[in-house]
């Protein structure tokens, strides 16, 4: 008997859940519909006053088994997800997702594509320090064949007692560089004031990973008409760097290359934690070349080839690494940058195992 009494309730039950499904959905398209309205009027779609009022008079009629809060919950949650709907896809899907542009992104950068499938190398000093010091490197990244030099001009350093860089005496040496060695060059830049003038210098601008979430700097990249490399925060989630890549995309620039250049964590043994595996995910979930810095990740010179195997094994577009004429003397990151012969030793093996990759089996 009472196996009936149940089975009938929960027939209710079923009834009453469909009858619930039906109205809330037809809520959902009102709401869509004024939502339409608030637009043409210029009206803002989250209005705190009126959901209020709403919630007030539902409360008011709340003769229980429900608690009041409990009701005020439900309805939030019913309200909110409203507010989703009438959300602009942007919101939905970033600008930087492949949900929004399935296809790769290649930029390119005096003519050396990065995205396409093929690696390339960012080498080049931690600090630019002279005129000599840049050209040594630059002559033997030549003869590697090699078209993308770094050089820090604009130091972020932990303490305000280290070298600071040369500013834009730097960024002149990289020009005077890159025009003489048809290179192309990247530097990072700290000041939102200083993009503009240094895009007549610079052939792609460097957002470090202490200015991941500086958003002035973010949006005035986003205004460049050059193409910005962005390096994950030390401690960004790769939702947090996704967003702040799409602060430089909404405001209009869409050639950003990312950099995965660790994370700290409570491990000693290296200098960051290198995120290999963000690489796959950022390339799954966004459209963005994604390249990694084997330097500041690992701080060990030990480590960097076979981090930048792993990055290239695991799908990387490229990899960044420090060369110094004389590591030794270097003003700035001595422990970890490499000299000459270690960068030709370094990029023989991985040329190798690039042509191995591509032979053997296929990246991704
Ligand atoms: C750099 O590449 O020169 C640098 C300072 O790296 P990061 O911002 O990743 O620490
Ligand atoms: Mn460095």
């Known amino acids: 008997m009472s196996g009936n009494k149940m089975d009938q309730h929960r027939e209710e039950l079923d009834t009453l859940n469909l009858e619930l499904l039906e109205l809330i959905n037809k809520r959902a398209a009102l709401v869509q519909e004024i939502g339409k309205i608030k637009v043409k009027q210029g009206m803002k779609k989250f209005d705190p006053i009126r959901e209020r009022e709403m919630l007030n008079s539902i409360v008011r009629k709340n003769d229980g088994p429900f608690e009041d809060s ?25 600008l930087v997702s492949r949900k929004r542009k399935p296809e790769d992104t290649v930029i390119s950068v005096k003519g050396t594509a990065i995205g396409n499938g093929s690696p390339q190398y960012v080498m080049g000093p ?45 960024l002149q040496i990289l020009k005077d560089i890159a025009d003489k060695y048809d290179l192309a060059v990247i530097s990072e830049i700290v000041n939102p004031a200083h ?32 193409p910005i490399l962005l390096k994950r925060g030390m401690s960004a989630t790769i939702e947090e760097f996704m967003k702040a890549a799409e602060y430089i995309i909404s405001q209009g620039n869409e050639q950003i290359i990312l950099c995965e250049r660790g994370i700290r964590t409570y491990e000693k043994a290296t200098r960051n934690t290198l995120d290999i595996s963000a690489v796959p995910i950022l390339k799954q979930e966004t459209h963005l070349p994604i390249i990694v810095d084997v330097t500041h990740s690992t701080g060990r010179r030990d480590l960097l080839l076979p ?3 792993a990055a290239l094994a695991i799908g990387a577009d490229g990899v960044m690494a420090e060369v110094h004429p004389d590591p030794a003397v270097a ?32 990246v991704r």
């Open 331 to 362: 003003l700035s990151d001595s422990a970890q940058q490499m000299d000459i012969p270690m960068f030709d030793h370094f990029m023989e093996e991985l040329k190798d195992l690039q042509n191995r990759i591509r032979t053997e089996v296929p």
């Open 126 to 170: 931690c600090s630019v320090e002279s005129y000599e010091q840049v050209e040594h490197v630059a002559k033997a990244m030549k003869q590697k064949g090699l078209k993308l030099l770094r050089g820090g001009a604009f130091k972020p350093r932990t303490s305000p007692y280290d070298f600071q860089g040369l500013g834009f005496e730097g």
């Open 195 to 226: 993009i503009e003038e240094a895009e007549q210098y610079l052939d792609v601008i460097q957002i470090g990973a202490r200015n991941m979430q500086n958003f002035e700097l973010l949006k005035a990249a986003g205004k460049a008409t050059k």
């Open 70 to 94: 409990t009701i005020e919950h439900i309805f939030k949650e019913i309200f909110k997800a409203s507010l989703e709907l009438q959300e602009d896809d942007h919101r939905k899907a970033l």
């Open 307 to 309: 981090a930048a195997k």
